[in-house]
């Protein structure tokens, strides 16, 4: 049975894209699943097993020569990035320099004590994940006193000049970050470069009166990439090879060696399709007949802006998940993939719901219309509801991520 604590001890431990596929990761070596490198010819591949490449892992179940059965999900979301060069600051007051990542919800990072997390990279090549768990800086809100109709005008963010952090006090010189980083580090060498996060550093949450809430960063989408490694460690005698993929740079349109996009799962099928000693007719027919979820959030209803959503769709948190479907083909579902994961929830006693934004009102996108178009795989979407998406803090009910979990476990064995 998927476990709520698990979930928040998931997103606790995965402030940035790599942090979230070594979590990922970790619950797969415990479970005796090999990790493999795509840099290295795959003389023997193992039956359970998985690579990791930047902030994206793929992971299978090796079950016979039919169709893949696929979950595709991204560890990356909107934040800020530390930039190559950030060390900035005026009148006293010491500032990194951060470029924004993503589609962020700009207010939702004033004035909290935020984190550091990423990936450092040294002079020699090497790598360090880095998770600088302490209130190191703080965007600060300009006081109303200083801004008298901000409450009535609203608050107008400039990305430039509004979201520099304070880090400190005095007079910064250029390096004081470089070196600041590698004693966090615990080296010698200043870092070369960085992918570096910056992140609220409040824990993940059960809330409410009730605890039929869960309050967290990053609940778009590590709350999938924990319902899809939590579905594959369980699904454990899959009819045909089980498959998960989550993806980096989802929220910058997931054109890189590491997004939906580039070609990490594609080689990673065909390689699997070589094992099973299939040629390449046999793995194209293999792709075409095969199927992917693409499990992303979904917009719940939002009680102060119910006028926001479509009036017939509109998902309600604690309903199950919500199939997305967009006849503009922003979400990839189709009405035979749609009625085919209504089927596998409905069989493993999964609520669902259907989320369709209104017509004047467009939605974003997914992995899932990107893995469709580079696989020829028929795909569906779906999400857990929530709110303040792309928020620092996110909300969703507490008892749709174990639907989502128990409904992809069901869909990895069907």
């Not at 990423?118 to 801004?147: E, K, M, Y």
């Not at 509109?314 to 990839?332: D, E, F, T, W």
């Not at 795909?379 to 991520?401: F, I, K, N, Y």
Request: net charge negative; charged share 20%.
């Amino acid at each position: 049975m998927p476990s709520l604590d698990d979930l928040i001890d998931f997103l606790d431990a995965s402030p940035s894209p790599f942090h979230a596929a070594d979590s990922a990761a970790q619950r797969l070596l415990d479970a005796d699943f090999q990790p493999l490198r795509l840099a290295e010819p795959w003389n023997e591949v193992p039956a359970n097993g998985f690579v990791v490449h930047g902030g994206a892992l793929v992971a299978w179940r090796r079950a016979g020569g039919g169709p893949f059965r696929i979950v595709g999900a991204h560890t990356d979301s909107p934040c800020l990035r530390i930039k190559p060069r950030p060390d900035t600051g005026v009148l006293g007051w010491k500032q990194l320099g951060v470029e924004v990542y993503g589609g962020v919800l700009l207010n939702s990072w004033l004035d909290r004590d935020l984190g550091i997390a990423g990936r450092v990279v040294f002079a020699d090549g090497s790598t360090a994940d880095v998770n600088i768990d302490a209130p190191i800086c703080r965007v600060a809100q300009l006081a109303i006193h200083l801004d008298r109709d901000v409450n009535e005008r609203g608050l107008v963010l400039d990305k430039q000049a509004h979201l520099t952090p304070i880090w400190g006090t005095g007079t910064g010189q250029p390096g004081e970050f470089a070196r600041w980083l590698a004693d966090q580090a615990d080296t010698d060498q200043e870092p070369s470069a960085w992918e570096l996060c910056l992140y609220d550093r409040s824990p993940a949450a059960v809330v409410g009166a009730d605890g039929s809430l869960l309050a967290s960063g990053r609940i778009d989408n590590q709350v999938s990439c924990w319902a899809a490694t939590d579905a594959l460690l369980v699904a454990l005698d899959p009819s045909g090879p089980a498959v998960i993929a989550l993806f980096d740079h989802e929220e910058a349109g997931s054109a890189s060696t590491s997004g939906a996009a580039g070609p990490i799962l594609e080689q990673v099928l065909e390689r699997l399709s070589i094992a099973d000693g299939l040629g390449r007719d046999a793995h194209f027919a293999r792709l075409a007949a095969s199927s992917c979820v693409s499990a992303d959030g979904a917009h719940a209803v939002h009680p102060n802006y119910v006028e926001r959503h479509e009036p017939d769709h509109r998902p309600l948190v604690n309903r199950g998940p919500a199939i997305k479907i967009n006849s503009n083909q922003r979400y990839a579902t189709t009405s035979a993939t749609e009625a085919m994961l209504q089927r596998v929830f409905d069989g493993a006693g999964v609520p669902w719901q259907r989320f369709v934004s209104r017509n004047n009102v467009p939605c974003g996108s997914t992995i899932g219309p990107i893995t469709a178009t580079r696989l020829g795989i028929d795909t569906v979407d779906v999400g857990v509801p929530q709110l303040s998406m792309h928020s620092a803090r996110e909300l969703c009910g507490a008892h749709d991520p174990i639907w989502l979990a128990t409904g992809l476990q069901a869909y990895l064995l069907a």
